[in-house]
T-cell receptor, first 115, second 115 residues
């Protein structure tokens, strides 16, 4: 039973489209995250939610909007996709409210390709 | 400012060689946490270790060992008798009280172990 699951795993779409990536964790964690990994493998946090409340919002374009319907789910919606949005998006969760003190459990990643 | 530097972009070794992956960090926090994650070719991110800033004891887990030295702000990772399955990208990460819940990742080191 997958601890942190993301769908879809692969997403190929045209510029200008809107797409969503879903994430669910069954670990009972309070905190969930979205990370972006670019083509050079650099990992950077985008958002973090604790018990459905947004606690971290990095400098991310407004086209990116996270939504947490409950503490087990954190979805990422992207409007008006651009070429530069092509990346692997990782969902993660942690038991600790602050990731610093606890292990992050990552999903398998969703590879987004914008043509 | 929080920063993690992994100066080695790529390392290639032959199976059974020992290899050390370097990690240097910068932080103003007195309490902080250091992590290593592994990303094999399949793409998922796997937690390897977490170390607290107040615990400088080195750690060994099978063929893996970690050397934490606050004096040089380093948290190096050594793989003894490397195996082909160790081929992956390895990330060092830093979390501290001043970055409100996010992990700062290094650029990653790609390790290739040849048979």
């Amino acid at each position: 039973d997958t601890a942190v699951s993301q769908t879809p795993k692969y997403l190929v779409t045209q510029m200008g489209n809107d797409k969503s990536i879903k994430c669910e964790q069954n670990l009972g964690h309070d905190t969930m995250y979205w990370y972006k990994q670019d083509s050079k493998k650099f990992l950077k946090i985008m958002f973090s939610y604790n018990n459905k409340e947004l606690i971290i919002n990095e400098t991310v374009p407004n086209r990116f909007s996270p939504k947490s319907p409950d503490k087990a789910h954190l979805n990422l919606h992207i409007n008006s996709l651009e070429l530069g949005d092509s990346a692997v998006y990782f969902c993660a969760s942690s038991q600790a409210q602050i990731a610093n003190t606890g292990e992050l459990f990552f999903g398998e990643g969703s590879r987004l390709t914008v043509l | 400012a929080q920063k993690v530097t992994q100066a080695q972009t790529e390392i290639s070794v032959v199976e059974k060689e020992d290899v050390t992956l370097d990690c240097v960090y910068e932080t103003r926090d007195t309490t902080y946490y250091l992590f290593w994650y592994k990303q094999p070719p399949s793409g998922e991110l796997v937690f390897l270790i977490r170390r607290n800033s107040f615990d400088e004891q080195n750690e060994i887990s099978g063929r893996y060992s970690w050397n934490f030295q606050k004096s040089t702000s380093s948290f190096n990772f050594t793989i003894t008798a490397s195996q082909v399955v160790d081929s992956a990208v390895y990330f060092c990460a830093l979390g501290g009280s001043s970055n409100t819940g996010k992990l700062i990742f290094g650029q990653g080191t790609t390790l290739q172990v040849k048979p």
